[in-house]
């Protein structure tokens, strides 16, 4: 009895324990996430300021909103996933892996990092206030950019196009600080996180290289689209 009940109090002072380093962990990343904040406050106005004087423009709206909505869930992602890998040997096996990877990224971002730094959202625009998805997660970092650039690193690979995945992550992450969910900052971070994400995962589960052997003109246009 007695050993048990010493068992039993050194496993409640272990969870104390980690219970107080994860509080600790906490405070420190919303002190982190406030000093981040007053340090890119400045950055932030500029940048929201160029935006504002876009804001309202049918076509700036469209494309920023119609952007924002479909990255929802990284679901543009995982649909440019199965287009780009219908070009490839083992279709179904590169696809699995990217949607595996994209799925894992949206956990440890969304679910971890987010935890740590709880940085308030900007105020939101009200004429989009309808029209997207308001998040309850952290503001820092942007969970839209971080997918977008860890998408892009993720599915360049092997890629003859890598300017152009890139250049649409980063027309997402713009869209978060157009409609008003990010501050810049916040995108600024996600992008590099996602990227750095990225890398390891191409490191350590790589892309087969090896095409499908295209015959006829009916794949071409796909194959040029992705690849």
Known sequence: MTGSSSREKRGLL???????????????????????HETAAPVDEFVDAAFARLRGSPVFDRLFVSLTRAAEFSLLWH????????????????????????GAESVVVNGLVKSV??????????????KIRIPLTSSFPS??????????TVLSDGSASAAAWYG????????????????????????????????????????????????????????????
């Not at 730094?117 to 309808?130: G, I, N, Q, T, V």
């Not at 969970?143 to 892009?152: E, V």
Request: net charge positive; with cysteine.
């Open 143 to 152: 969970g839209h950019s971080s997918a977008a650039f860890f998408a892009a």
């Open 14 to 36: 272990d969870a104390a324990s980690c219970g107080s380093d994860l509080r600790r962990a906490l405070a420190s990343g919303s002190i982190f996430a406030d000093r981040i």
């Open 168 to 227: 649409l992550a980063a027309a997402v992450a713009a869209s978060r600080v157009y409609v008003g969910i990010h501050h810049a900052s916040d995108v600024v971070a996600g992008a590099f996180l996602g990227t750095a994400l990225g890398r390891v995962a191409r490191r350590f589960w790589p892309r087969q290289t090896s095409r499908r052997p295209t015959t006829g003109s009916r794949s071409l246009p796909l194959r040029r689209l992705v690849h």
């Open 79 to 102: 649909g440019l996933a199965a287009l780009s890998a219908y070009s490839r040997e083992r279709p179904a096996a590169d696809w699995l892996r990217s949607a595996l990877l994209i």
């Open 117 to 130: 730094f709880r940085r308030a959202r900007p105020a939101l625009d009200s004429r989009y206030e309808d």
